[in-house]
Nanobody
Framework: QVQLVESGGGLVQPGGSLRLSCAAS????????MGWYRQAPGNQRELVAR???????NYADSVKGRFTISRDNAKNTVYLQMNSLELEDTAVYSC??????????????WGQGTQVTVSS
Protein backbone atom coordinates (compact mmCIF):
# COMPACT_ATOMS: atom_id res chain seq x y z
CA GLN A 1 0.00 0.00 0.00
CA VAL A 2 0.99 3.58 -0.64
CA GLN A 3 -0.09 6.59 1.37
CA LEU A 4 0.05 10.09 -0.06
CA VAL A 5 0.17 13.13 2.21
CA GLU A 6 -0.44 16.49 0.58
CA SER A 7 0.26 19.95 1.89
CA GLY A 8 0.48 23.53 0.73
CA GLY A 9 -3.02 24.47 -0.35
CA GLY A 10 -4.74 27.63 0.76
CA LEU A 11 -6.15 31.01 -0.19
CA VAL A 12 -4.19 33.32 -2.46
CA GLN A 13 -4.90 36.45 -4.45
CA PRO A 14 -4.82 36.47 -8.25
CA GLY A 15 -1.24 36.69 -9.44
CA GLY A 16 0.06 35.04 -6.29
CA SER A 17 1.94 31.79 -5.79
CA LEU A 18 1.52 28.56 -3.89
CA ARG A 19 3.62 25.43 -3.62
CA LEU A 20 2.01 22.04 -3.17
CA SER A 21 3.85 19.03 -1.82
CA CYS A 22 2.93 15.36 -1.81
CA ALA A 23 4.96 12.71 -0.01
CA ALA A 24 4.51 9.01 -0.68
CA SER A 25 5.10 6.41 1.98
CA UNK A 26 4.38 2.73 2.50
CA UNK A 27 5.51 -0.55 1.05
CA UNK A 28 6.49 -0.21 -2.56
CA UNK A 29 9.51 -1.02 -4.67
CA UNK A 30 9.34 2.01 -6.92
CA UNK A 31 7.34 5.07 -7.81
CA UNK A 32 6.92 5.47 -11.55
CA UNK A 33 4.77 8.53 -12.12
CA MET A 34 3.76 11.27 -9.72
CA GLY A 35 1.33 13.98 -10.65
CA TRP A 36 -1.33 16.47 -9.74
CA TYR A 37 -4.95 16.56 -10.84
CA ARG A 38 -7.59 19.12 -9.98
CA GLN A 39 -11.34 19.30 -9.87
CA ALA A 40 -13.36 22.48 -9.69
CA PRO A 41 -17.04 22.45 -8.67
CA GLY A 42 -19.18 21.23 -11.56
CA ASN A 43 -16.16 20.16 -13.60
CA GLN A 44 -14.50 16.83 -14.26
CA ARG A 45 -11.15 16.06 -12.73
CA GLU A 46 -8.34 17.07 -15.03
CA LEU A 47 -4.63 16.49 -15.22
CA VAL A 48 -2.56 19.48 -14.15
CA ALA A 49 0.96 18.07 -14.45
CA ARG A 50 2.84 14.82 -14.03
CA UNK A 51 6.44 13.71 -13.90
CA UNK A 52 8.11 10.36 -14.46
CA UNK A 53 10.89 8.85 -12.39
CA UNK A 54 13.38 10.02 -15.02
CA UNK A 55 12.09 13.59 -14.88
CA UNK A 56 9.98 13.77 -18.03
CA UNK A 57 7.05 16.12 -17.55
CA ASN A 58 3.83 17.11 -19.18
CA TYR A 59 1.39 19.87 -18.35
CA ALA A 60 -2.13 20.92 -19.09
CA ASP A 61 -2.14 23.70 -21.67
CA SER A 62 -3.88 26.01 -19.19
CA VAL A 63 -0.95 25.92 -16.75
CA LYS A 64 2.06 25.83 -19.08
CA GLY A 65 4.49 28.60 -18.27
CA ARG A 66 2.92 29.20 -14.86
CA PHE A 67 3.20 25.89 -13.01
CA THR A 68 6.28 23.75 -12.52
CA ILE A 69 6.28 20.15 -11.32
CA SER A 70 9.34 18.57 -9.76
CA ARG A 71 10.16 15.56 -7.63
CA ASP A 72 12.69 14.38 -5.12
CA ASN A 73 13.09 10.67 -5.74
CA ALA A 74 15.07 10.16 -2.54
CA LYS A 75 12.13 11.53 -0.55
CA ASN A 76 9.40 10.11 -2.81
CA THR A 77 7.97 13.59 -2.91
CA VAL A 78 6.46 15.61 -5.74
CA TYR A 79 6.08 19.38 -5.77
CA LEU A 80 3.90 21.73 -7.76
CA GLN A 81 5.03 25.33 -7.86
CA MET A 82 2.12 27.45 -8.96
CA ASN A 83 2.82 31.02 -10.04
CA SER A 84 0.63 33.72 -11.57
CA LEU A 85 -2.43 32.04 -10.16
CA GLU A 86 -5.75 32.85 -11.77
CA LEU A 87 -9.32 32.64 -10.53
CA GLU A 88 -9.80 29.64 -12.82
CA ASP A 89 -7.14 27.71 -10.91
CA THR A 90 -9.47 27.40 -7.93
CA ALA A 91 -10.05 23.70 -7.33
CA VAL A 92 -9.28 20.73 -5.15
CA TYR A 93 -5.84 19.51 -6.13
CA SER A 94 -5.13 15.82 -5.67
CA CYS A 95 -1.84 14.01 -5.77
CA UNK A 96 -1.61 10.87 -7.86
CA UNK A 97 1.05 8.22 -8.11
CA UNK A 98 1.65 5.06 -10.07
CA UNK A 99 3.65 2.72 -7.87
CA UNK A 100 5.03 -0.78 -8.18
CA UNK A 101 4.66 -2.94 -5.11
CA UNK A 102 7.08 -5.65 -4.04
CA UNK A 103 4.67 -8.16 -5.56
CA UNK A 104 5.42 -6.64 -8.93
CA UNK A 105 1.91 -5.35 -9.44
CA UNK A 106 1.43 -1.71 -10.39
CA UNK A 107 -1.33 0.37 -8.86
CA UNK A 108 -2.57 3.94 -8.93
CA UNK A 109 -3.04 5.81 -5.66
CA TRP A 110 -4.69 9.12 -4.81
CA GLY A 111 -4.21 11.62 -2.04
CA GLN A 112 -7.07 13.17 -0.08
CA GLY A 113 -6.86 16.45 -1.94
CA THR A 114 -6.01 19.99 -0.89
CA GLN A 115 -8.08 23.08 -1.60
CA VAL A 116 -6.57 25.89 -3.62
CA THR A 117 -8.67 29.04 -3.72
CA VAL A 118 -7.70 32.04 -5.81
CA SER A 119 -9.75 35.06 -4.83
CA SER A 120 -9.39 38.79 -4.41
Amino acid sequence: QVQLVESGGGLVQPGGSLRLSCAASGSFSSIHIMGWYRQAPGNQRELVARITSSGATNYADSVKGRFTISRDNAKNTVYLQMNSLELEDTAVYSCNTVAQLSSGYIYTYWGQGTQVTVSS
